[in-house]
């Protein structure tokens, strides 16, 4: 894949990155191309490579992306346009999702004391469950690693063995009443690399969600 300047791409762990610009500076030459991913800045090669050839890396840009609104509003224009008697524009567009998702008997819309209305919270993470302590404990925990390996570094990913062994020694420091340390901040450390793992191999965020929600 050759990957060009103002265009968005998917990297192979799934996120969307924003429009490809020219690096610029002395890294040109072997890093082209740079887009940011959840506000923090990459650097690629002519093929998308985040790394380097022939090394799959989760950063690596695999395929273009297009916006769902862009494509429906294509299909739209395409199979509408005749009754419009007119291309279509993007209010059109707009309308007519506004129509379909008003007429959606499963969608429940919330209606604020303002007037503001808001879809439901329903079937939707619930995050805020993680509470500030353990975010902030966790936090804390993740500053020191940035500090002794640098930030980011757990990015680059480890594999299950290594993380799952790491794991066991800090929950048995724990059973044993070790505090010289945050034991259960490494564990969810631990958690993290694991399912930063199956993200990449393609497990869906919501899909133990799905499989247990009738049951």
Do not use: W
Not at 113 to 134: A, F, I, N, Q, W
Request: with cysteine; proline share 3%; hydrophobic share 30%.
């Amino acid at each position: 894949m050759k990957i060009e300047i103002g265009k968005r791409y998917i990297t192979r762990n799934g996120q969307v990155t924003s429009p490809v610009e020219n690096t610029g500076g002395i890294y040109n030459e072997i890093f082209p191309f740079t887009v940011k991913i959840r506000h923090k800045r990459y650097s690629y090669r002519n093929d998308g490579r985040y790394f380097k050839p022939n090394y799959d890396h989760y950063l690596d840009l695999v395929e273009e992306y297009v916006d769902e609104v862009e494509l429906y509003g294509q299909d739209l224009a395409q199979t509408c346009s005749a009754q419009h008697g007119r291309k279509l524009t993007m209010d059109d567009l707009y309308k007519h999702l506004a129509d379909e998702e008003s007429g959606d008997e499963d969608n429940k819309i919330r209606v604020f004391e303002t007037g503001s209305k808001r879809d439901s919270d329903e079937g939707k993470p619930r995050v805020s469950d993680l509470k500030p302590y353990t975010r902030l404990r966790f936090g804390y925990h993740m500053l020191l690693g940035s500090l002794k390996y640098g930030g980011g570094n757990f990015e680059l990913g480890q594999p299950d063995d290594s993380t799952l062994a790491s794991m066991h020694r800090h929950l048995a420091m724990y059973e044993l009443g070790d505090r010289s340390e945050c034991h259960l901040s490494a564990l969810l450390f631990g958690i993290q690399l694991l399912m930063q793992n199956e993200q990449r191999e393609g497990v869906e965020v919501d899909r133990y969600f799905k499989l247990l929600k009738d049951k």
